[in-house]
């Protein structure tokens, strides 16, 4: 590990006069940057053929960009990522209900969300590399939440240009948890302009039908009855984008068995630098997500961004597990803690 290091700079001050920190963690060859505001992943360095770096990751420049956003640019989602239906749900014959911010529904938390929290951070060193650990308590009736749950988010990197995210998790309590990043994706740069000639390729044969607020009908669909869906072969976003909506905006099932072990599911690729980014998890599910609704929002260095700039590989549990008795649970309990990993690793 002895490429690996980690500086620590001031990031900004919040309205309440608390100090946010920003920490860069490098190994030579690529870097990240992440802070201890929303635990947000701020910028993933990647080297360019003309000897600088690009950005491939959509954020903002300052402190006070993230903190007034909306648009979750890189930061951490929980305790329930993506959309629960009818903002409600229904626990051991208690019901629960939450804030509904997206029409009827609940998505990513409410309004009182993970990523505008300040998080304990310090530098540790791990099997997978050197980085940084995240921790906070979400006391109980929090985003309208069963259970004091102690939270543990770390982010590290190693030689071999491997970012893992890992979350962990220990409540007293029956609640759901889901905790995912969001980070928006561009292989050829913040500023690369749309993503749609960009590659993606999943070991996903199913995805979630949804209604028309993206709610999960509780239907899998077979991707070879909607070849929109189907990445089983890679191919370019803007190939069968036309034949959606908006966008993708879907949770796909990944095909390899839940059994704790990190699998591969994905890989993307630009196809004009050569870069790829191949993605991991124990999770189920990852949400495609196109950025359809960032159009106008102002990014990093000034830059006005466009839908489809990016693309999030959100990956979690099914969206509205809690609702729905034939997905998986997402129900973590007192004698069984939560723990999920994602690895990106970048190729150049």
Known sequence: MGNLKISKAKFGTLYDGTKIHIYTVSNGKMSFSTTDYGCTITSILLPSSDGKCIDALLGCSTLDGYASSSCCFGTVVGRFANRIGNASFTLDGKSYSLDKNDGENCLHGGFDRYEKKVWNAKKIRTNNGIGIEFTRTSPAGEQGMPGNVKLKVVYTLNEDNELTLDYSAKTDAATPINLTNHAYFNLKGYDGGTIEDQELQLDCSHFLEVDKALIPTGKLVDVSSAPAFDFRKAKTFGKDMKN?????????????????????????????????????????????????????????????????????????????????????????????????????????
């Open 244 to 348: 959606t909506e908006f966008g993708y905006d879907h949770a796909f099932c990944i095909d390899a068995p839940v059994d704790g072990k990190v699998r591969k599911f994905a890989v993307m690729k630009d196809p004009v630098s050569g870069r790829t980014m191949t993605v991991s998890t124990t999770l189920p599910a990852c949400q495609v997500y196109t950025a359809n609704f960032i159009e106008g929002q102002i990014g990093k260095n000034g830059h006005i961004h466009h839908v489809h700039d990016a693309v999030c590989l959100e990956t979690e549990a099914y969206p509205d597990a809690p609702n729905k008795e034939s997905f998986p649970s997402c129900i973590v309990r007192p004698e069984k803690p939560y723990h999920e990993t994602t690895v990106y690793k970048f190729g150049f």
